[in-house]
């Protein structure tokens, strides 16, 4: 048993009064007790220790946010482009992996002037209209760059030295694009003398073609741009289908230019809202708006007319007003044909709207609020792409208009539909080390996700209060429940929950607790037991599970509350009807100290010790008798947040208030040390094995740097930080992980996960080092071809009609296979295909058979085996066949002789006479067996040679092509070996 319970339970009645305890000294004070002496500073008169900072390294595990480009498809539609951060992501449609990630070199140098750190963020992309396997993208560095997304190479980089905001191309303007350029801010003074400043941009017309003196240069500078003209902070821009008009839409107006007259300038037209996104019609001429007030409008305005201009007078068009969005209407996409118009917003609902008779379908409860809305170009089945707020993605079939498969690695919180809570509000965070996941908060406040840091996945995502998805009512949100608090038993067996909501439309405050249990063969954690506001209506600030139990009767969870309980619950269990065991929880216990307000508990390393933190005292107690065995107390320290004990032992207690942290030595009950920080403390984070703890301070916030975090490593011995650590962001919440099973590092570093105030999810410690996603780097996307996409035909014809059944093996090769015993599941996946496109059933019967159905032997062949077998084997003759050796026998000549034996052989006795049989069915005129006509939709049967191409070899557009080996037909129209191999070529040339 530690030395710490020992000790603890032999102390005196008198350490039960809350008599303050003398500090057995003050490391800050003494300089005898400094184990490694540093450089010192003056401060205020007096010498304190100046500790060198070092970055700590860290990594994300989220995307940085939500793409301000909406995603991209290729011509074909295997792969979509999505734009994060400084990078574009290259998305396999099939299977939804990232194959390849284009980024900028590191050596390139922003152009804009006075830019931030975060300035090469990617805010357009497109496809180059004359070469679709280029990709150009513009970013807030002021830099275009042209990629081969093929061969992930840059070819080109055009700076224009203005951050970018929107790119637009046509194929009828050739080595050109429009760009939204950002201008200098004005700086203007309203009434209260506050400056503010407003937002100008510059619509451009860029040359691709460099001038004659960078062309050999890494950054190139643009032959010719033209100033079209300028707008307020702009929402979209394009270029009309035929290429005659470029519309920019900005603030309350829609700015119209004919692209063969920019000399002639925009010409502005009045919208009664703010518009907030824009999409042109694929064939006519006019475009669509959305607005702040969910209202989208068709604009009729691009005539001759539109470039007569009045001065003074600014003009409105003829429009067509289609509304159903309550909020603002976030994207706007037309279908390939030009019927439909798609429109999504806050809603969290796909509308369909068909232009002719303005009807509309919904796609209702898509995730989270649609941001981008995207269409799979491609000769089949259409496809809708949602780029949704929490950085996942959604795609629904046009046929069914139901959400078919979805990405998403973790998903972020949008904060459109809901207010986010402040840094002061608790964030649920926790590590499963049974299902090495980490449990996390979700796009939605309510609901938990377990995200796989080895898999890089997202692997479900829990409601702990299913709730409605509705995000505000008129221009007041409402308040969902939050999950605040999560916490796991040792075991990795029970969950605990802790959602609250309260609100002006809550009669009262509804707090729950709920204890949830892991269902090892799912994979999904279980509802057990929910408690109804288990401290009242009071908020529970801490929720501990007791550690280290040998049963299950020993498993206790606590609890405090704001009303002043220490409560702790048990498992309990009974026999149902159908002699059935059922566990659930109850209470336990409940016990209070004195008038004051608990704030946090902490157990014991072995359990036998609960600390709770009241007001400026510690209540040690032992929780199976609940008798408060020791109080600690120091006068300096009006106010504790948080209590734990310190190392695999528990002999020291960490206590921190606001701005202190005192290190409490529970075997010779003293005050080891204090330390005093100038600025406020925000966690307190122990070691998971070694004597050591991170205290983590918010760094002061200057003009010139972001707010960052600074960490501050102590061990027992002394107050003075072993060293000190830096991040360039502030932190929500924290948790620590073993350096073993997640993140392999050091053992005797710190390995942290947190959450920072942009709900990015990161991972920091020394020597972080994460494995290499899949597809995070560069790579050549031709490579990675993989399952073809679903298609109408499939569902039609079935998937056995696209499958080569002469190899059934995964996978195309070139190489001859051995004979292959199919199995039962192969054997059903030829019947998939329809009636009409199968070979009669008796040509099939017996090769599927013979295939996976092995003849047992006669005796008397067993034991001719046997006598064979006993033989001796001679040595071979002079004369024989076989080569000197033993090699395999050389290949015998066959005679015509010997053939016309077998020929008369197979035709007396392998092929029956049709005779005895009924004629077969007539069809359409055409004798077949079966009813097969010899000539289906006016292609034949007999199948013909595919089209020519290298063995293997992976096209441009994703196909594969493997050419087959011809076989020998019988008279039936049939391989005289293998019919099955036949009637699967024949579906696939049938179909095309």
């Known amino acids: 048993m530690p030395v710490a319970v020992d000790r603890t339970r032999a102390m005196t009645a008198s350490l039960v009064h809350s008599s303050p305890l003398k500090p057995a000294h003050d490391s800050l004070n003494n300089d005898a007790q400094t184990p490694n002496p540093r450089k010192r500073r003056k401060a205020k008169g007096k010498e304190v220790e100046e500790v060198e900072e070092e970055a700590w390294s860290w990594k994300s595990l989220t995307d940085s946010s939500t793409s301000r480009a909406p995603p991209i498809f290729t011509k074909d539609g295997s792969y979509f482009f999505s734009a994060t951060g400084p990078s574009v992501k290259i998305y396999f449609v099939a299977t939804g992996e990232v194959v390849s990630t284009l980024t900028a070199p590191p050596n390139s140098v922003s152009c804009v002037a006075g830019s931030s750190q975060h300035s090469d963020t990617i805010t357009a992309a497109i496809l180059d209209p004359h070469n679709p396997f280029q990709l150009i993208t513009g970013s807030l560095d002021g830099y275009i760059r042209i990629w081969d997304f093929l061969d992930a190479s840059l070819l080109q980089t055009i700076g224009i030295s203005q951050p970018i905001f929107h790119l637009a191309a046509n194929d009828k303007i050739r080595d050109y694009v429009f760009v939204a350029a950002a201008r200098p801010t004005k700086q203007k003074t309203n009434k209260a003398g506050v400056s503010t400043g407003e937002d100008n941009v510059a619509v451009l017309r860029v040359s691709l073609k460099p001038k004659a003196e960078s062309a050999g240069s890494a950054v190139q500078m643009s032959s010719e741009i033209i100033a079209v003209g300028k707008t307020r902070s702009t929402t979209g821009l394009a270029v009309s289908p035929s290429g005659a008009w470029l519309v920019a839409t900005a603030g309350h107006k829609a700015y119209v230019c004919q692209t063969a007259n920019l000399k002639a300038g925009f010409t502005k037209f009045v919208s009664p809202e703010r518009l907030t996104c824009l999409a042109f019609h694929p064939s006519e001429e006019y475009f669509a708006t959305g607005d702040a007030t969910g209202c989208i409008r068709l604009w009729y305005c691009l005539n001759e007319s539109a470039t007569v201009k009045t001065p003074g007078v600014e003009k409105t068009a003829q429009t067509t007003t289609l509304h159903w969005h309550a909020h603002a209407v976030s994207s706007l996409a037309f279908t390939a044909n030009g019927a439909y118009l798609l429109s999504g917003g806050e809603e969290a609902v796909l509308v369909i709207w068909q232009l002719h008779t303005g009807k509309k379908e919904y796609v209702p409860r898509v995730g989270s609020p649609i941001v981008h809305i995207s269409l799979i170009n491609t000769g089949g089945e259409e496809e809708y792409l949602l780029s949704l707020a929490d950085a996942s993605f959604a795609f629904i079939r046009a046929s069914s208009l139901k ?94 929950t802790v959602d609250t909501r309260e609100g002006d439309d809550v009669p009262r405050p509804e707090v729950y607790l709920k204890i949830w249990q892991w269902d090892r063969k799912s994979g999904f954690w279980i509802l057990n037991t929910r408690i109804d506001r288990p401290h009242g209506p009071n908020r529970l600030p801490s929720v501990a599970f007791r550690p280290g139990v040998r049963s299950r009767a020993d498993l206790l969870l606590a609890t405090v509350g704001q009303d002043g309980n220490i409560k702790t619950w048990r498992i309990r269990s009974m026999k149902t009807k159908s002699e059935d065991v059922e566990e659930f929880w109850v209470a336990r216990s409940a016990v209070r100290f004195r008038a004051e307000i608990p704030t946090h508990i902490s157990w014991s390393p072995d359990g036998s010790l609960l600390a709770v933190s009241v007001g400026s005292h510690v209540a040690i107690y032992e929780p199976d008798s609940n008798t408060l065995s020791q109080v600690l107390t120091c006068p300096d320290c009006r106010l504790h947040s948080t209590v734990q004990f310190l190392g695999a032992n528990g002999r020291y207690l960490v206590v921190n208030g606001p701005q202190d942290v005192l290190l409490w030595d529970l075997v010779s009950h003293t005050l080891r040390w204090r330390y005093h920080s100038p600025v406020v403390i925000d966690q307190v984070i122990g070691h998971s094995g070694e004597e050591q703890f991170a205290v983590i301070e918010r760094a002061p916030a200057t003009t010139a740097s972001a707010p960052s975090t600074r960490a501050l490593v102590f061990q027992p011995s002394s107050s003075v930080p072993v060293f000190s650590r830096t991040l360039p962001f502030r932190l929500r919440t924290i948790v620590s992980v073993p350096p073993t099973g997640f993140f392999p590092t050091d053992p005797s570093g710190f390995t942290l996960v947190g959450i920072t105030e942009a709900w990015n999810v990161v991972v920091f410690g020394d020597d972080v080092q994460l494995p290499e996603e899949e597809g995070a780097s560069p790579q050549d996307i031709t490579q990675n071809v993989g399952v073809a996409k679903r298609t109408l035909i499939h569902d039609i014809f079935g998937a056995s009609a696209f499958v080569d059944l002469t190899n059934p093996a995964s996978g195309p090769s070139t190489v001859p296979r051995t004979a292959h015993t199919w199995s039962a599941k192969e054997v059903v996946e030829i019947f998939d295909a329809p009636a009409h496109l199968l070979p009669p059933l008796e040509s099939l019967f017996d090769s599927v058979m013979d295939n996976f159905l092995a003849a047992r032997p006669d005796e008397a062949e067993e034991q001719q085996e046997e006598r064979e077998d006993e033989m001796d084997i001679d040595e071979p003759e002079e004369d024989d066949d076989r080569p000197v050796g033993g090699g395999a026998p050389l290949d015998r000549v066959v005679d015509r002789q010997e053939m016309h034996g077998f020929v008369e052989l197979f035709m007396h006795h392998a092929i029956k006479t049709p005779s005895s049989r009924p004629a077969p069915p007539q069809i359409n005129g055409m004798h077949k067996p079966n009813g097969t006509p010899s000539q289906l939709n006016g292609l034949h049967s007999t199948p013909k040679s595919g089209p020519k191409a290298k063995p293997n070899r992976v096209l441009p557009n994703g196909h594969v092509y493997t050419p087959s080996r011809s076989l020998p037909l019988s008279t039936e129209g049939f391989p005289a070996t293998t019919p099955v191999s036949t009637a699967g070529k024949k579906r696939k040339k049938s179909l095309g």
């Open 403 to 496: 959400i078919s498969r979805s990405i998403a690695r973790i998903k972020l919180d949008p904060a459109i539909s809901h207010g986010r809570p402040s840094t002061s509000t608790s964030v649920p965070l926790a590590v499963h080390f049974s299902s090495s996941t980490l449990i996390l908060p979700s796009s939605h406040p309510s609901s938990l996700q377990t995200f796989s840091p080895s898999l890089s996945k997202l692997l479900s995502e829990l409601d702990i209060s299913p709730s409605n998805r509705v995000s505000r009512r008129d221009d007041k949100p409402l308040q969902p429940a939050r999950v605040e608090r999560v916490v796991l038993s040792e075991s990795g067996e029970w969950m605990a």
